[in-house]
C-alpha cells in the first residue's frame, strides 16, 4: 500500500473502476490517501481522513515516498472561503489554481511532484454557521463538496473541516458521532440536525443557525424553517424531511 496525494482542485472518487461509474465522493487538492489497489488505469484508495474508499483514475494521483508524505502531513492550513487562488510553477512556468473550500495547503511555500506552490492563505476561522452561509446557492450534487456541487452529508463535512474537524464522510455516520441534544430547545447554533425516512434510516442532515433556521443541501444549499416535526421548506410551502435527532460537536 502507498500514499498518495491530490494536487488537483477536485477529483471524483468512483464506485467502481469506470468514467461511468457512479461518483461517490470527491477528494480535494491536499487530501491525502492510501492506495489499497492499482491497475492500469484506475487505483482504489482510501481516504486518510474519514475512511473513505473508492476508485480514482491513477492520473489524478501524486504517488508520494516516505519523506514527502511526513512533510505533507504538516499541511494544516485549511481553505476556509468558497475557493482559493494559489500559484503553481513547474519548468520554470507559473499558473494560478482555483482551488475549493476544504482544500488542504501548506502555511509557507513548498516544493512538492516537480512543482513550488506559492501564494498560500491561511485559513481565517469563521463560525460555522456564518462558513456554512457562504455556500449558499451551491446546486445539490450527489458526492459532491465544492460550491459547483455538493450534497448533504459532504456540506456538512466540509464546513466542519474549517473549523479542524475531520467528521465521517455519510449522514448516518455523522450521527453516529457528536453528544446527543434531546430537544431543539437545547439546540444551539452549528449543531447538526439529522432527518430519517419512514423505516427510521437517517437520510439528510443540515447545520441549525438558531431563531429556528436550518441551513442544509436539498436541490441547493439554503436556508429553511426547522421546529419538532422537521424542515419546512419555504418554496414548496410543506415539511421536506423528518427530524430524528440532533447532535453536538463543537463545544
Known sequence: MSPAIILLPCVPVRASASDR????D????????EVLQQEERWSLVRSLADGYEGWVDNKQLTLLNAETMMEVEQWDAVVGTP??????TRNEQSQPM?????????????????????????????NIVDTAKQLIGAPYLWGGKTLMGIDCSGFVQTVFRTQGLWLPRDAYQQEQKGIRVDNLQQCVAGDLLFFSNPEGRVIHVGIAMGNGRIIHASGQVRVDKIDSTGIFNFDEGQYT??????????Q
Open 83 to 88: 475557493t482559493d487562488t494559489i500559484l503553481l
Open 21 to 24: 461509474s457512479e461518483m461517490t
Open 241 to 250: 424531511h423528518r427530524l430524528c435527532s440532533i447532535r453536538r460537536f463543537m
Open 98 to 126: 482555483t482551488i475549493p473550500m476544504g482544500s488542504h495547503v501548506p502555511r509557507e511555500s513548498c516544493q512538492i511532484a516537480g512543482m513550488t506552490l506559492q501564494g498560500l492563505h491561511p485559513t481565517v476561522l469563521g
Open 26 to 33: 470527491q477528494l480535494l487538492f491536499g487530501n491525502k490517501v
